[in-house]
């Protein structure tokens, strides 16, 4: 992390603050934000910002995540669990970006399998990850709704983008007592859906904040035009 030393430590520290106030409680999840560097998800004319409670652009019409988004999804995802470190085997990640989101899983999981639409931004991803010598994230240019591994099972999925109605078929992927979390609704209003996978096939759905996140779309996109 050659570029950001003293610079934004103080800023970080800052946002974790917010987070705190703003009702984050688990500290597993505050660790890990507190040890990633958000400014280098973002392009330098951004860099100042990167740590103010909003999301901020990465081109292509997607977006990072605000900080409280991104803490509140993973906090939603482990809340099940008490121990810290790797507490999951694999966990699926779709509409992964520019990899923020996909730094902070690293530290929870063995393996994060992160799947993205956009080409540039998967390169963007692998990118950043590989400056913060993340290596336990595996990233896919693929379609969020078809293109995960068929033949694991997955200990939870979070999603960063939005489809009117959450994906059934990923139900099938996880293991039981796992957890679905991700935005549902259209452009005028979406709620976090949490979706926990019981046994004998029962299913647990709860609803929690309102958010705004771009809209979960099919297929692939090598440029990020149709996005």
Known sequence: MNNSGFTFR???????????????KDFRVLDAMSQIPRHIFLDNALQSRAYENRSLTIGYKQTISQPYIVARMTELLISHTKSRGKIFDKVLELGSGCGYQSAVLSYFCEQVHAIERIKPLVAKSRENLSELKINNVLFKHGDGYIDWDQDIKYDGVLCAAAPRQYPHDLLDCLKVNSKIVIPVGNSKFQQLHVITKLENDEVEEKTYDEVAFVPMLPGTSSDGNDS
Do not use: A, K, Q, Y
């Open 10 to 24: 103080r800023v970080r520290e800052e946002m974790i603050e917010t987070l705190l106030e703003m009702g984050i």
